[in-house]
């Protein structure tokens, strides 16, 4: 064991992983002699050498392309897009390209594209988005984003494992904030499946990234007036770990929906539909979602704190769905 | 770049006669395309290739059979070439079950991925956004190279796809990296209804070249000898770490966008100049005048394409349309549905 | 009153917004001289000249990208995406350019985005999109999608008057397809109000564009069985109009959600989330949704036929939900 | 397009001064910027433009005040020769309600539109997307066409943002609409960490341009007359129906990328060289060999903008910061929320 940092561990996976399978190479702006804009990449350069650790230029839809294309040659191409909202320039690429590929003519893309997400950093409305829902209506394409460095570590080697396109978001707050015990031999977290980060019967919380954590200090105030909140950490955004969010509501019959993009159109909505659809008889109130005001995301603090759900906010919306 | 070496003095007998074989071929089975298209077997567009044969073969015709491919609609000639067996046409094109694509993807969305050592070309179908293809060919060759397998990709696009983000990132990118990649630029004119002069403000489609640094030539795309010679040198100089390349061609799109468009905006004139520069006919009379072949020899490989096409059309048609319980098999790893793999085969030349 | 194609009628839309407004112009690929790929656009160019009805080279980026800096100068531009499936290529510069300019300046980015959306006739995966949950994460974004000749003529005027950016879905199954009664004088269709095509006590039918004449078969086929379907036409998909969705949930107590998009992660998720959260204590019965399978849009007529909605998936579950 | 004529030769004692006292404005701008940042008040990233304020100020001065620009984040010359009061970039940085996008949007990300008649600039800030604004700006240049009151648009865009799909597709539209919008391409060896070697294979950015069919032209990036010179010609041609154009600036970021970046992948040899070329510096002794200037009437204005720029700083530091309760007003139409117009100012030169 060791306690690294979010951000830690993810340079750790990629270091592991273009160790273990040669096959496996970073691509991406800034990732070579730099180490990244994070500097997640740190070190690749050095032991890796130019050949597995690619400076593209400005060029996010040649970057996803070119993973494409090189997976198709049996490579397990791993993307850095420097900030995540700039995957939308290569939306296309990603979903119509590399997530329909398999489908269409049995065509792996085994691509891994990577990068910093969401808020709380003053980072403005181009550099903080949480584009997950963007993507969550593209069958053949996976999205994971973890919430502690042992997750990191281990969805994003299961992620470069794993045969189909993931998307993996890495939320920016926690890189150097979130620090845990990783395991020192090698592991995966399964692509797919949730974490139960805290038990409780009265109110289920589903959230994932940095939300676990928004959550869980929820949880912890909550409990001390009384509520006990079961947190919910998706950590597999597409596909869902049904099973687990559909157990926990059955135990709890409240489900709260945290996310941190913006609400209408997110993630949200799918975890209700479900809930709603397959946990009806036992659903005890109505579904509650605690997210991002919808507007752009705002650069300046105050607007930001305003913007972003926070403990407060889903304190209070606990407390009002174990009243109802 | 220009360079006066004309690898096309090298080519054999067979050679000559297989390059017109393919090219014929792919014709006729545009033809026996537009026969099911009529008979509403074909299931969406049918796109014709027809005046541009010339130029997908003559410039496939310079990769080696391990070589990769990434055609567009209007490469029907590069896909004879590099041996795709005619019915896997017809299979797609009918949306069959046997269909590479198992009825999944549209008409030469394709792909074969060789079997190790296998003496095969890796060939990747587009996607319908135009420019996509390009990232990916790059990816393809570096990848491969990565791999321990070097090749070359050759990718085709249109005057109208050389105006999307795609084109410029994926050609700059190979250039860059120094990939070895021969993009194709078919200058046919038009982009559907779209004349080139509201596409670009060049007079000649190789100079989108010039932003990236790479050797850049344009040919008379309906000479088929000119572009084998250009494309085989810059095929050739990819291959020895010359890096990424682009071949302008010079051609006509001789039918409507599709078979719904009857051209209209295609001046009448144009058309006409063009059909006296049938890549076909000047091969044939080039080949003849060197003393070759004899107007027999294409009056058999006629013969031949014209009851090939027909008869895979035949066999392809009695196929199945997939079954419905398969729809949602195969969207991700671990749910393994077989996908049949395109057959290749040898002209009678080889 | 004149009874008018649902393209024709688009078409029409089109005519009298340029007859009207000198600012109004069209921008796109094919639609000059040509008319457009689908006609949408025929005669325009004839009528109103080059200067106004602007053939572009391929590239959907510098469409709306231009469209934007025109609206910015005063102009009126209505964009065509040849098959909406490529406004992928534009995701960028429409969602972070356009969405977000008048939040973060003020600048009015006053653009509509319109083209042919949805399946039915052999488009394959890359010609059959209906995209529009890519596009519901959006603040700033407006988006509608017709299902009438009226409407679509109504809502595309709409559309051009709205000083917001507006993605206008075409469905061109309907193109042909549909057609109804078209006012002769001008009028709008306002963006954000839903339209009850069918009243009901049983069921409520959420839906809209060529779903909607799916709906009101289904709900012919259920009424002869005895079962009451209200069909709900959104017209408008954001904003949503929340309180007539809410009313008739809370007539009928059961909801059924139906959308030609593939089921996970599309605005159905939306949908259930907005009743799950609002009118939980009306619900008699689990939130359903009948959605398109999850997997990229088969090319083939049976595969096709066996992954979009019918009428016989409508009907039965509406029964189910019914029964529950 | 390379010519002989020297716009700058008409320039008079005033305007040297003023290009001058712009550049400068610029350097000191960042300067206090720099301060503010290291007592955290600048919100995120602060990115110089150390030695680029020459080509900045020389290239926007060749417009007229009624035309566009569309800087980028490292254009703050464009920005005081257009007229913006400098408080204006200290609200925007420290993300104050007074801002243009009342705290809203970063750095220079700010919005301009003139009133109806105003003798003022159309100034459209850029999103973070590289590359997006040229497209914005071809449409922004067509728009005015259209609406009867034509302009120039100037966008300004790093080496490595050439690379971008938005860059290809936005230029090429406006070569082909012959849209009078003129591009300044910086080259500043550098796009962030990664060197112009690996961004493209041409050896002039300019090269860039030769897809378009657009005139083009390289210039050294810190002579600010040479800038001046070109851009001038570039931009009138552009007016009288020239259509698009390329400039391509030979330059140098004298600093990381941004604040944090301390640029140890650049060779100090390389910085050293550059530094001897400081743009200012250059052109005080230029102007002063041609006797319009003399070393006091520097040192004076070096005096004015140090103070200016240091009051301005202090008024915006005062200012509020937004309330949160104006967080959802102004997403869409109808729910106005006003929007602080950007303060425009004359230099003392004007
Ligand atoms: C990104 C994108 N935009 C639009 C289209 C629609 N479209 C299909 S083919 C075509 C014209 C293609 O012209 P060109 O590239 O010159 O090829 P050609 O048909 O002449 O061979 C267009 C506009 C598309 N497929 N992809
Ligand atoms: C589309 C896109 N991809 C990546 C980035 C991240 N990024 C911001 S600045 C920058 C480098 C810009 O280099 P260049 O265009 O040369 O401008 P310079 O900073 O040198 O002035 C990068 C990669 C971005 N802003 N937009
Ligand atoms: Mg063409
Ligand atoms: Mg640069």
Chains 1, 3 share one sequence.
């Not at chain 2, 005619?86 to 094109?93: D, K, N, V, W």
């Not at chain 2, 050592?117 to 135009?130: N, Q």
């Not at chain 2, 520069?277 to 080039?286: A, G, H, I, M, V």
Request: charged letters at 25%.
């Amino acid at each position: 064991m060791a306690l690294l940092t979010y951000l830690e561990a993810i340079r750790a996976a990629l270091h592991e992983e273009m160790a273990r399978d040669e096959r496996v190479f970073v691509i991406g702006e800034d990732v070579g002699p730099y180490g990244g804009a994070f500097k997640v990449t740190d070190g690749l350069f050095d032991r890796f050498g130019a050949a597995r650790v690619v400076d593209t230029p400005i060029s996010e839809i040649a970057i996803v392309g070119a993973a494409i294309g090189a997976s198709y040659m049996g490579m397990r191409p791993v993307c850095e897009i420097q900030f995540i909202d700039f995957i939308a320039n290569a939306f296309d690429m990603l979903t119509n390209f590399a997530a329909t590929s398999r489908y269409r003519n049995g065509a792996a893309a085994s691509i891994v594209v990577r990068g910093p997400c969401g808020g709380g950093v003053g980072g403005g409305p181009f550099h903080s988005l949480n584009p997950e829902s963007f993507f969550l209506n593209t069958p053949g394409l996976k999205m994971v984003e973890p919430s502690t460095a042992h997750d990191a570590k281990g969805l994003l080697k299961a992620a470069i494992r794993d045969d189909d396109p993931v998307l993996f978001f890495e939320h920016k707050f926690l890189y150097r904030r979130a620090k845990d015990e990783v395991p020192d031999e090698d592991y995966v977290v399964p692509i797919g499946k949730a974490a139960v980060r805290r038990e409780g019967r009265d109110v289920s919380i589903v959230t994932f990234g940095a939300m676990v954590h928004t959550a869980l200090d929820a949880a912890a105030k909550l409990s001390s007036e009384g509520v006990e909140a079961e947190v919910l950490d998706l950590r597999s955004l597409a596909p869902l770990d049904r099973e687990t969010i559909l157990e926990s509501v059955a135990k709890t019959s409240r489900a709260l929906l945290l996310h941190e993009a913006t609400r209408t159109g997110g993630i949200g909505g799918e975890l209700a539909a479900i809930i709603a659809e397959e946990a009806f008889e036992y659903l005890d109130a109505p579904i509650v979602r605690v997210a991002s005001a919808d507007t752009p995301v705002p650069y300046s603090p105050p607007l930001e704190a305003a913007f972003l759900p926070n403990v407060d906010k889903v304190v209070e919306a606990a407390k009002r769905l174990v009243k109802y | 770049m220009p360079s006066s070496h004309r690898p096309s003095e090298a080519l054999s007998r067979n050679q000559f006669l297989e390059m017109y074989y393919f090219a014929r071929l792919a014709r006729d089975i545009e033809e026996r395309l537009v026969i099911l298209f009529r008979q509403s077997k074909v299931i969406g567009g049918l796109y014709r290739s027809l005046g541009q044969e010339g130029e997908s073969v003559a410039s496939a015709y310079a990769l080696q059979r391990t070589d990769a491919i990434l055609p567009l609609i209007r490469n029907m000639g590069a896909l004879t070439t590099m041996g795709v067996r005619p019915r896997e046409i017809f299979r797609q094109y009918m949306a069959k079950a046997t269909a590479n694509s198992r009825g999944r993807d549209l008409n030469i969305h394709l792909v074969h991925f060789p079997a190790d050592g296998a003496h095969e070309p890796v060939i990747v179908g587009p996607i319908s956004m135009l420019g996509d293809s390009i990232p990916v060919a790059a990816g393809i060759a570096m990848g491969a190279r990565m791999a321990g397998r070097p090749l070359v990709a050759m990718a085709w696009i249109g005057d109208g796809a050389t105006s999307t983000g795609a084109f410029h990132e994926g050609l700059n990118f190979a250039a860059v990296q120094k990939i070895p990649l021969v993009v194709v630029a078919e200058d046919n004119k038009y982009a559907y209804s779209t004349p080139i002069s509201k596409q670009m403000a060049i007079a000649r489609i190789d100079e989108r070249a010039a932003a990236y640094g790479i050797p850049h030539e344009l040919v008379d795309g309906n000479d088929m000898l000119a572009v084998y010679d250009v494309a085989k040198r810059m095929v050739d100089d990819a291959r020895s770490g010359g890096g990424a390349a682009l071949l302008g061609v010079d051609t006509m799109r001789m039918q409507g966008h599709a078979q719904h468009d009857d051209a209209r905006y295609v001046p009448k004139t144009l058309v006409d100049e063009w059909r006296r520069k049938d890549p076909l006919d000047r091969y044939r009379k080039t080949v003849m005048e060197r003393g070759v072949a004899a107007e027999t020899d294409f009056a058999d490989i006629d013969a031949m394409t014209r009851s090939y096409a027909a008869e895979e059309a035949r066999l392809a048609e009695d196929e199945p349309m997939p079954d419905p319980a398969t729809l949602t098999r195969g969207v991700y790893a671990g749910d393994d549905f077989a996908v049949p793999r395109v057959e290749l085969v040898r002209s009678p030349f080889a």
